[in-house]
């Protein structure tokens, strides 16, 4: 009875009291008024309901409030506030990034709540297990631990459990590139989430739609969730969530070749961003305008914008978005043959892969980490539920001793297979470091045959000039050994190291394209590289008229509009910054 008339209260001052998102003085009232509350039980009942508002879990010193509940329950003894306020624990901990602390409190809250049959903390509880183990690549215990979330939330009738569940398991399926089935997840979300006026909820699996749609190539409903989840964001007065929607849908005009339409959405989100003093989305809306610059063929603002993304993921470390404006800045000094400046950001963009690669693995070996102290904790628990039921103490021994010996075993045969996997992977991304090295070298080889071709011109220019037998042979000699060069074997070794660097880019658009004849195909690995028909025809042998009318019967083959640039939308299916 206490607990529902300490639910009544909590819930009634909550209207009163926290009905809007707290500013640090805010904070600071509500913690003189949690001071003056007496009663333990209603004290922790009070924070944890303030906690529980999404409005309110950004506020200063949130940590500091949680632990001052789970404190308070302990000492007092009371459970349903230790369950509580351990999920909150675990929760904090999920999302700062820290699975092995979320971990830890969601079994112990778990295990609590679990003996004293509470119901819906229960399911939040296997709720929060499935997010972690889906953060830990463990799909399959990721997946147990959602459905058993999901059959409680569905006896329990739990709009806000069932609406949040669903967006969960939707995740999941986004995870595994399951479209479909993610997008009927996020659909029976949103319906819950409505019901429930769970807004929160409801502008998440908005945007989660908008990312499938996108994904799927359908734009008008990529943008028309994306714009339903900023007036969400709009109404709660979320500056930041807005900023995001907005570099989303410039990111998916960009990618429709909309270039008037995005540029103005990139510099309105960056205003915010720097409002917002975030230098993860600064430097992320700085390399999505580098690339729009760079599209309108604007390199001096590209290389502006492309500068200033590279000094703070540089400095913030944010590797991936630094390997992604290195690899930009090289690219466009090869283009203007400016090979000093092109290797410094090919130095920074190899590094930024090593960082990435070193981050990953351990990463890896932190989850393995985490997967093993969840299944000790989960083993010593069986055994110490076993022993209850078991007489014979000396039988017990026998039996925890064999398990503890074949578990070590497993484990260590298991950690040895795993580390002769991360040893693989490590020899692969070293190779696929060469081979981009590689692309270059046969960049500059290319430069080469134009540089023979030139030498060889003058040559015979200068035969023509002389008069003198002798000297006019010397010469044709020359000539002819430079004729004698072959670059067949380099335009072989390109397309094998092409194919090696930008490994399906053959097969995808074959298999989209079936109608592309293999000469087809390698123009387009050319234009893929934004080479002009000049320098293809210098490697083709051929005239710049024949390949301008191959360019003619490609873009008909892949249907593209008048309009829209081919070697932009070679690039674009590979190469634009993606947000979520």
Not at 318 to 325: K, S, T
Not at 352 to 372: G, H, P, W
Not at 473 to 500: A, G, H, P, T
Request: glycine share 2%; net charge positive.
């Amino acid at each position: 009875m206490f607990r529902f008339v300490s639910i009544f209260v909590t819930f009634y001052l909550t209207l009163l009291l926290f009905s809007y998102s707290y500013s640090q003085s805010d904070y600071h009232n509500s913690n003189i008024y949690f001071e003056q509350i007496s009663n333990p039980k209603e004290k922790v009942d009070s924070i944890i309901s303030f906690l529980e508002n999404p409005y309110n879990q950004s506020i200063a010193n949130y940590l500091d409030l949680i632990e001052l509940a789970f404190a308070i329950s302990d000492k007092n003894d009371y459970h349903f506030g230790k369950v509580k306020s351990m999920l909150l624990l675990g929760n904090y901990f999920y999302k700062d990034s820290n699975l092995k602390m979320a971990m830890e409190y969601v079994q112990k809250s778990l295990k609590l709540s679990e003996n004293l049959d509470y119901k819906t903390e229960t399911a939040y509880a296997y709720n929060l297990l499935g997010l972690i183990f889906l953060d830990l690549n463990d799909y399959e215990n990721s997946s147990k631990y959602l459905f058993k979330s999901l059959k409680i939330f569905e006896k329990l009738t739990d709009e806000n459990g069932l609406a949040t569940i669903y967006g969960n398991i939707g995740k999941y399926n986004l995870t595994l590139n399951n479209l479909e089935k993610a997008k009927y997840y996020f659909y029976t979300s949103t319906f819950y989430a409505q019901k429930s006026n769970n807004l929160i909820e409801l502008k998440k699996q908005y945007n989660n739609l908008g990312i499938i749609y996108s994904d799927l190539q359908i734009i008008d409903s990529a943008i028309f969730f994306i714009n339903k989840a900023m007036e969400i964001n709009k109404k709660i007065n979320d500056k930041k969530g807005i900023a995001l929607n907005l570099m989303n849908i410039g990111v998916i005009k960009l990618r429709e070749n909309n270039l008037e339409e995005t540029l103005p959405l990139f510099k309105e989100a960056l205003t915010m961003f720097k409002e917002l003093d975030d230098s993860l989305q600064i430097s992320k809306i700085y390399l999505n305008i580098g690339y729009y610059y760079y599209f309108v063929k604007d390199l001096p603002k590209s290389i502006k914008y492309l500068d200033s993304c590279y000094n703070i993921s540089f400095t913030s470390k944010q590797f991936e978005i630094l390997g992604n404006c290195s690899w930009l800045l090289k690219t466009i000094y090869l283009s203007q043959n400016d090979t000093v400046k092109a290797y410094k950001y090919l130095e920074t963009e190899n590094i930024a892969l090593d960082s990435i690669y070193r981050n990953k693995n351990q990463t890896i070996i932190d989850n393995y980490e985490i997967q093993y102290i969840y299944e000790k904790k989960e083993y010593e628990l069986i055994i110490k539920q076993k022993t209850t039921k078991i007489v014979l103490i000396s039988i017990i021994l026998v039996s925890i001793l064999g398990i503890i010996i074949l578990y070590s075993l497993l484990s260590r045969n298991k950690i040895k297979s795993k580390l002769v996997k991360l040893q693989k992977d490590k020899l692969e991304s070293e190779l696929n470091l060469k081979n981009k090295e590689i692309s270059i070298i046969i960049l500059a080889l290319i430069k080469k045959k134009e540089l023979i071709a030139e030498i060889t011109k003058k040559m015979l220019n200068l035969y023509k000039s002389m008069k003198n037998d002798e000297s006019k042979n010397y010469i044709l000699s020359i000539v002819n050994d430079l004729k004698l060069i072959d670059n067949n074997d380099m335009l072989d070794e390109f397309s094998i190291r092409f194919n090696e660097i930008h490994a399906g880019f053959y097969e995808k658009l074959y298999k989209k394209f079936p109608n592309l004849t293999q000469n087809e195909l390698k123009l387009c690995a050319y234009l893929r590289l934004n080479m002009s028909t000049k320098e293809i025809s210098n490697i083709t042998n051929q005239s710049t008229a024949t390949i301008d009318q191959a360019r003619y019967r490609l873009r008909k083959k892949l249907q593209l509009p008048p309009n829209e640039n081919l070697s932009i939308f070679l690039i674009l299916s590979q190469k634009v910054c993606k947000v979520s």
